[in-house]
Antibody
């Protein structure tokens, strides 16, 4: 079955960087894009950006431009999200989610990874 | 960016009752709207896409309607597992955006 498995929780200090991985299985990895989203404690969902697993093309939300990088490694069916200059308000659960349909950039989000809690604290 | 406004923020109903959740967009999104369900401690799950299409495995008691700026998610007869938070989301424009959510709680 289609599955996205994310890396474990991380605790970082303000100003540091975090890299979260998302390993896909159960489908042709390069045929679907991957989105990254986050959810602060008790808050709603926020879309951060999208990456093509085929060619690495990206589309980032303007809010994160210059601070986020998304990369893909087709040899391991893994996508990475790197967020720099962390602040306390970056504390959140970070999710990867596959495009619902093939070759549909930034399509509906399904399925989702299990989420990775990133805590930013001094 | 397109702002999605959901109402009500909280809906208190009993099992067996009908639930009607609303989502209004700040500009037309055509039918590029989806609904997700999120339970505590879980990732969201896609319920409805393209405004009215049920995702695989979603029961027929859950339906979506609307186009343009006004959309509705209806649960015809609430089951205990339906009590959760529901989000609408648009893919008409970048960035993709979500509503703030409606919490459906047991009365």
């Amino acid at each position: 079955q289609v599955q996205l498995v994310q890396s474990g929780a991380a605790v970082k200090k303000p100003g540091a960087s975090v890299k979260v991985s998302c390993k896909a299985s159960g489908y042709n990895f390069i045929s679907f894009g991957i989105n990254w989203l986050r959810q602060a404690p008790g808050q709603g969902l926020e879309w951060m950006g999208w990456i093509s697993a085929y060619n690495g093309n990206v589309n980032y939300a303007q809010k994160f431009q210059g601070r986020v990088s998304m990369t893909t490694d087709p040899s391991t069916s893994t996508v990475y999200m790197d967020l720099r200059s962390l602040r306390s308000d970056d504390t959140a659960i970070y999710y990867c989610a596959r495009d619902f349909r093939m070759a549909a950039a930034g399509d509906w989000f399904a399925p989702w990874g299990q989420g990775t809690l990133v805590t930013v604290s001094s | 960016e397109i702002v999605l406004t959901q109402s009500p923020a909280t809906l208190s109903l009993s099992p067996g009752e009908r639930a009607t959740l609303s989502c209004r967009a700040s500009q037309s999104v055509s039918d590029y709207l989806a609904w997700y369900q999120q339970k505590p401690g879980q990732a969201p799950r896609l319920l409805i896409y393209d405004a009215s299409n049920r995702a695989t495995g979603i029961p027929a008691r859950i339906s979506g309607s609307g186009s343009g700026t006004d959309f509705t998610l209806t649960i015809s007869s609430l089951e205990p597992e339906d009590f959760a938070v529901y989000y609408c989301q648009q893919r008409s424009n970048w960035p993709r955006t979500f509503g703030q959510g409606t919490k459906l709680e047991i009365k």
